[in-house]
């Protein structure tokens, strides 16, 4: 009974916090907004025993949520939390879509008839995922973790303003670096 | 628990279609990713409690991860090159 109500208000809170994002005058407000809807799906994770996947999503999401407010600071120009702003286009399209996709969604979900559940969770259902992942499953890890290794290479490239090339010439040989501000000892 | 994860689902799709700034737009993925999590942590549960499900999740999450990297790169990389943070500012692929 308890578990049920919790879900429930975790459900309302997930649908009405993503709902806020696109509803909000503010970055700074939708930013607050797509948290508390992680969280509340994070929570809904711990609800059903999966200890290790809501813990997980609610502090990533929490740090997520703490560096795009630091974007909305540094690319927006304005002050995110009082600048009232909307900034949408092809609203109606955009409703007509979504809501397209709900109704399908939902009939699907309505209509299919589910089979009934398959066996029970383990006993300490964090020790079973590492023991899966260390193990049969490891080919999932060994598959994320170049993806990952790649996504910090890439992020770097397409962030980064100056690179060794810019400072120190296309073959590397230009001494002193090129910097616009020069540093070090006898320079 | 499907249909709240479909309802979210569909409202990223609505700021993922509907935003200009591209931080918004990279919200309303989120918001899908999000629902994906509940939506496969619903059926792990509901209906095959074995660890293949939860494996399944953390590539989500995973997933979720890279897109939230690469599109913050490419936000900066965006801001740097044309001073652009809408997504009607950069609409065409030439520098």
């Keep these: ?187 | 628990m499907l249909l709240v994860a479909a309802a979210i689902f569909c409202v990223g799709l609505y700021g993922a279609i509907s935003q200009q700034v591209v931080v918004m737009v990279m919200m309303g993925l989120e918001l899908m990713i999000n629902a994906v999590i509940l939506a496969a942590a619903g059926f792990w549960w509901f209906l095959a409690p074995e660890p293949t499900g939860q494996v399944l999740l953390l590539v989500i999450i995973a997933a979720m991860t890279v897109e939230m990297a690469m599109g913050f790169a490419v936000a900066t990389l965006l801001h740097r090159e044309r001073e652009a943070d809408m997504t009607d500012m950069a609409t065409d692929l030439s520098g």
């Design chain 1, 1 to 187: 009974m308890v578990v049920d109500v919790a879900f429930w208000v975790l459900s309302v809170l997930a649908v009405l916090g993503g709902a806020a994002v696109f509803y909000v005058d503010s970055m700074a407000r939708a930013t607050y907004a797509l948290a508390l809807s992680f969280i509340a799906v994070g929570l809904v994770a711990l609800l059903l025993q999966q200890n290790y996947v809501g813990v997980v999503t609610i502090l990533m999401m929490v740090m997520e949520m703490a560096v795009m407010a630091v974007y909305m600071v540094m690319f927006m120009g304005m002050n995110p939390a009082l600048m009232p702003m909307s900034m949408v286009h092809g609203k109606r399209m955009a409703m007509a879509a979504a809501g397209g996709v709900f109704a399908l969604l939902a009939s699907g979900i309505l209509l299919v008839d589910w089979p009934s559940r398959r066996g029970a969770p383990a006993g300490d259902v964090t020790m079973a995922l590492g023991e899966e992942l260390m193990g049969p499953k490891m080919l999932a890890m060994a598959v994320v973790s170049p993806v990952m290794v790649a996504t910090i290479v890439a992020g770097v490239v397409l962030a980064a303003h100056r690179t060794r090339y810019d400072r120190m010439g296309d073959d590397l040989r230009r001494r002193p670096a090129d910097d616009p501000q020069p540093g070090g000892v006898g320079r």
